[in-house]
T-cell receptor
Framework: SQTIHQWPATLVQPVGSPLSLECTVE??????LYWYRQAAGRGLQLLFY??????ISSEVPQNLSASRPQDRQFILSSKKLLLSDSGFYLC?????????????FGSGTQLSVL | AQSVAQPEDQVNVAEGNPLTVKCTYS??????LFWYVQYPNRGLQFLLK??????LVKGSYGFEAEFNKSQTSFHLKKPSALVSDSALYFC??????????FGKGTTLSVSS
């Protein structure tokens, strides 16, 4: 069966420090991978998605970047964190298809930038 | 561009009463519509989806949703609410080849 792992679960970082959040999927190949951010009172915002190794689409201009060095690995990064980067970050995957496939979410990372 | 609106930040119902969580969407073509539920400090869990076919979709935990094309709505319903249904509910929309776009979420609170 397929599983998705996301770590760390919680992270407290000072402003200006770098960030690396990792997500891996097991039990499937060539998944579509997504990073979402959930900020208080603002719902779930799509940050990045990837349909293959090295292929990253960004939905919003921001202080973050994403990379997909391997088929089932998706990394969210920042060189210098801002206070506004605080939030709950969720990785998700779905099978490659034409749309309508449901997303499977990781357990999330609560990031606090102080 | 796709968008989805959940007009209520919070819905309060008594246990045993029917519940409705509202969702409206905007897309240029045929939508794929979803409902997800999130419990505290957890990832989202899939409840149900509408792709095509019968407008009434049944999902997990006794939930159902009705697709109404003329009103561009996809409201989530349950005939009899449970306290354990209390959670954050997200509506989402996508189209062929696009990523899911989520609404802001609606907090459902079921009192005993």
């Amino acid at each position: 069966s397929q599983t998705i792992h996301q770590w760390p679960a919680t992270l407290v970082q000072p402003v200006g420090s770098p960030l690396s959040l990792e997500c891996t999927v097991e039990g499937t190949s060539n998944p579509n991978l997504y990073w979402y951010r959930q900020a208080a009172g603002r719902g779930l915002q799509l940050l990045f998605y990837s349909v293959g190794i090295g292929q990253i689409s960004s939905e919003v201009p921001q202080n973050l970047s994403a990379s997909r060095p391997q088929d089932r690995q998706f990394i969210l990064s920042s060189k210098k964190l801002l206070l506004s980067d605080s939030g709950f970050y969720l990785c998700a995957w779905t099978s490659l298809g034409t749309g309508g496939e449901k997303l499977f979410f990781g357990s999330g990372t609560q990031l606090s930038v102080l | 561009a796709q968008s989805v609106a959940q007009p209520e930040d919070q819905v309060n119902v008594a246990e045993g009463n029917p519940l409705t969580v509202k969702c409206t969407y905007s897309v240029s073509g045929n939508p794929y519509l979803f409902w997800y539920v999130q419990y505290p400090n957890r990832g989202l869990q899939f409840l149900l989806k509408y792709i095509t076919g019968d407008n009434l979709v049944k999902g997990s935990y006794g939930f159902e949703a009705e697709f109404n094309k003329s009103q561009t709505s996809f409201h989530l319903k349950k005939p009899s609410a449970l306290v354990s249904d209390s959670a954050l509910y997200f509506c989402a929309v996508s189209q062929a080849g696009t990523a899911l776009i989520f609404g802001k979420g609606t907090t459902l609170s079921v009192s005993s």
